[in-house]
């Protein structure tokens, strides 16, 4: 197995909690040692089913998913992943020891959004994993985003409208990295709580009513608040070219 245990990898992008699926102990456990290494959360499942009760109480940021699963195969949890609401835009990384092309096409068919052949090395893990991440969830990624004059630099923590810095709560500033990497979208307060807040269990929704108050309150100096809408009856959606006052 080339699997090692703690590469030279280095702390690049912000913590995400990733839910290893894998009925290999001594597997389960180099990547489990590596991800938490890498500056990640790591939930470990042997089964579909565990993994069920884990994502119940928290949705995952990705999913490493073995293909040779007793129970459930991978492929068939992906494809049940996919058409469950709550979590049709986890990122899913398949894994395993197969190596043959038919199988690779049908392990992306299921939904997978990469697909990596055991042995692998940690770094190379690591390496997929960021990229899957930026492509599928760029609010996990270090990347400055800039909106409409907003700036937002995850690396520094700091906003900034039209040159001026804004001061933010964490949870508005996470909040609003959400918005900004998911614009002209709209948001349901459930949605924002599984996104920002990791849980949608144990928060009453209300919070988020909170925190869209305070998030405004904090973009008001440079009156960017006007991009946070709220849509009615839906929820919330940040948006380039705001309509209308949502005073
Ligand atoms: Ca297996």
Redesign the pocket.
């Given at each position: 197995m080339e699997l090692s245990c703690c590469p030279h990898t280095v702390l690049t992008h912000m913590a995400s909690t990733i839910l290893v699926v894998?009925?290999?102990p001594a597997i389960a456990e180099l990547v489990a040692v590596n991800l938490s290494f890498a500056g990640h959360k790591v939930l470990r499942a042997a089964d579909s089913i565990q993994a069920d009760t884990l994502i119940r109480a928290e949705l995952p940021d990705l999913i490493l998913l073995?293909?040779?699963?007793p129970g459930m195969s991978g492929v068939n949890y992906a494809k049940k992943l996919r058409t469950d609401e709550r979590t049709r835009d986890v990122p899913i990384i398949m894994l395993t020891a197969r190596s043959q092309e038919g199988d690779k096409v049908e392990g992306l068919e299921s939904g997978a959004d990469d697909y990596m052949t055991k042995p692998f090395s940690p770094r190379e893990l690591i390496a997929r994993i960021k990229a899957v991440m930026r492509r599928r969830a760029p609010q996990l990624t270090d990347d400055t985003v800039e909106i409409a004059g907003l700036k937002l630099d995850p690396q520094t923590h700091r906003v900034s409208g039209g040159g001026q810095a804004l001061e933010l709560g964490p949870t508005e500033f996470r909040l609003l990295h959400f918005f900004m990497t998911h614009p002209e979208r709209v948001h349901s307060r459930s949605q924002l709580l599984d996104h920002v807040w990791g849980d949608h269990v144990f928060v009453e929704e209300r919070t988020v009513d909170v925190h869209i108050r305070r998030l405004r309150q904090a973009l008001t100096p440079t009156g960017h608040d006007r991009h946070v809408e709220t849509v009615r009856g839906s929820g919330y959606r940040f948006t380039a070219l705001p309509t209308e006052s949502n005073s």
């Open positions: 894998e009925d290999e073995d293909w040779m699963l």
